[in-house]
């Protein structure tokens, strides 16, 4: 019997190389007191389901069924800020959150299920996640909102490197 499993990943949104400038020029608007750290802009992204460590047969399974993810594009204004204080995170996100993100969120979770994948009960929080182990919600000035054109979703694989960890996506999914 196998004890560890080959390979930690999750599905997100992820920007392409301007959004994700724009998303870092903005997260350093916020102020990230010590002991807090910022994401590393290479990382930044809007997670749908955080899977965390399988086999790689149980890989193949996920990947199948999120290819079979029919779902329209759509367009995300990412023009708020705040802090999740039990995780102790700082985040960027949406002040209304499109309905199709939500129909894409439970969707997936749905097509994963047979795979073997429990989407979490929580209500959705969609997020970029720009700092962790902030004690404090960070005060922010308002900023011009971001436009976000999500015309598809990734499966990412997140893998410890010295000083963190380094997501690369494994596969895309286009929207229609």
Known sequence: MRDKKDIRIFFALWPDADLRKRLSRTARMMPVASPGRRVPDHNLHL?????????????????????????????LAVDCHG????????????????EVLQTLHRQLGEYLQPCGYRPEKRRYSPH???????????TMQSFE?????V??????????VDGGVKY?????????
């Open 47 to 75: 997670t749908l389901h955080f899977v965390g460590n399988v086999f790689f047969d149980e890989l193949d399974c996920l990947q199948q069924a999120a290819r079979q993810l029919v779902a329209p594009r759509f367009e």
């Open 83 to 98: 802090h999740f204080p039990k995780p102790r995170v700082a985040w960027l996100g949406c002040s209304e959150v499109p």
């Open 128 to 138: 970029v996640t720009v700092a962790r182990k902030v004690k404090t919600e960070p």
């Open 145 to 149: 909102p971001l436009r976000w054109k």
């Open 151 to 160: 015309d598809h979703f990734v499966l990412i694989e997140s893998r410890a």
């Open 168 to 176: 690369e996506v494994i596969e895309a999914y286009p929207l229609k």
